[in-house]
């Protein structure tokens, strides 16, 4: 079983960045695709980014695209969603996921088996 751990969530301002890190407990780490997505207070788990497991093709959501850059170490196990220009309307638990999806398909929670707890990101403006 893959365990996930997000971290480097907390309070910054309208414009701002933050680096969220998720670390994975398994050494097959290197041989899943990675997601990120995020839910906002009384809002639905949306998509974020995507990576596949070479990080030879990543995915974003509109939204976010030019702002958030993610990206992987496989020798470390661990990924990274790199966030810029931060808005209010990025404030939400962002969590990592782990599996193995086709790319059509990264975009889906659905597409994910594992999952880790979360790590809350809050913008002020």
């Known amino acids: 079983q893959v365990q996930l751990v997000e971290s480097g969530g907390g309070l910054v301002q309208a414009g701002g960045s933050l680096r969220l890190s998720c670390a994975a407990s398994e050494r097959t780490f290197s041989g899943y695709n990675m997601g990120w997505f995020r839910q906002g207070s009384g809002k639905e788990r949306e998509f974020v980014a995507a990576i596949t497991w070479s990080g030879s093709s990543t995915r974003y959501a509109d939204a976010v695209t030019g702002r958030f850059t993610i990206s992987r170490d496989n020798a470390k196990n661990t990924a990274y969603l790199q966030m810029n220009s931060l808005k209010p309307e990025d404030a939400a638990v962002y969590y990592c996921?782990?599996?193995?999806?086709?790319?059509?398909?990264?975009?889906?929670?659905?597409?994910?088996?594992?999952w880790g707890q979360g790590t809350q990101v809050t913008v002020s403006s």
């Open positions: 996921a782990a599996g193995a999806p086709s790319i059509a398909y990264m975009g889906r929670a659905a597409s994910y088996a594992y």
